[in-house]
T-cell receptor, first 113, second 114 residues
Framework: DADVTQTPRNRITKTGKRIMLECSQT?????MYWYRQDPGLGLRLIYY???????NKGEISDGYSVSRQAQAKFSLSLESAIPNQTALYFC????????????FGPGTRLTVL | TQLLEQSPQFLSIQEGENLTVYCNSS?????LQWYRQEPGEGPVLLVT?????EVKKLKRLTFQFGDARKDSSLHITAAQPGDTGLYLC??????????????FGQGTILTVHP
């Protein structure tokens, strides 16, 4: 079984809809991250969490929110989706003492029409 | 905003050729990583470098960290079609505001033709 799983893998939605992307991990890591990937822009950090009670904004948090329901679960919400949020979204985990090496999920391809 | 410049953005080469990908910043890294990503999958860690001047080898891949810890390179010898993919560098900048966060370069799309 994969260490980091994301659901759904693909999603098509309409402008204005609320959507939630979910991430679960079995690596036992405290740190979890949400990234967005667009062509030519690498990965950009949306939100990150170092433990269940810790939530931090990344470089592109506007229009997004997150919830850390448990050590193993970290969800990303788009409260009112817009077309320029069409992208690949990745969840990642990291241990605290390993140079922040990250383990990524398979990604969610989101299309907002 | 700290920027991590990766070049080139695209590389298209023939099997057997050598290539180098560069990652540069004006700021110092406490550590730097290289990832490889294939279509439909998330990035997978290849290597982490932490010491200025450090060189690490992974089969035909050689990773180097600059002496000042502001730059890194990935060199592939005798590239094979299986090396095709997106290569990403990512660093943790020295300094408290970057604690626990990676900054990614834009990526290099490598295509190796048989």
């Amino acid at each position: 079984d994969a260490d980091v799983t994301q659901t759904p893998r693909n999603r098509i939605t309409k402008t204005g809809k609320r959507i939630m992307l979910e991430c679960s991990q079995t690596k036992g890591h405290d740190r979890m991250y949400w990234y967005r990937q667009d062509p030519g822009l690498g990965l950009r950090l949306i939100y990150y969490s170092f433990d269940v009670k810790d939530i931090n904004k990344g470089e592109i948090s506007d229009g997004y929110s997150v919830s850390r329901q448990a050590q193993a679960k970290f969800s990303l919400s788009l409260e009112s989706a817009i077309p320029n949020q069409t992208a690949l979204y990745f969840c990642a985990t990291s241990g605290a003492w390993d140079w922040n090496e990250q383990f990524f999920g398979p990604g969610t391809r989101l299309t907002v029409l | 905003t700290q920027l991590l410049e990766q070049s080139p953005q695209f590389l298209s080469i023939q099997e057997g050729e050598n290539l180098t990908v560069y990652c540069n910043s004006s700021s110092v890294f406490s550590s730097l990583q290289w990832y490889r990503q294939e279509p439909g999958e998330g990035p997978v860690l290849l290597v982490t470098v932490v010491t200025g001047g450090e060189v690490k080898k992974l089969k035909r891949l050689t990773f180097q960290f600059g002496d000042a810890r502001k730059d890194s390179s990935l060199h592939i010898t005798a590239a094979q079609p299986g090396d095709t993919g997106l290569y990403l560098c990512a660093g943790v900048y020295a300094g408290g505001t970057s604690y626990g966060k990676l900054t990614f370069g834009q990526g290099t799309i490598l295509t190796v033709h048989p």
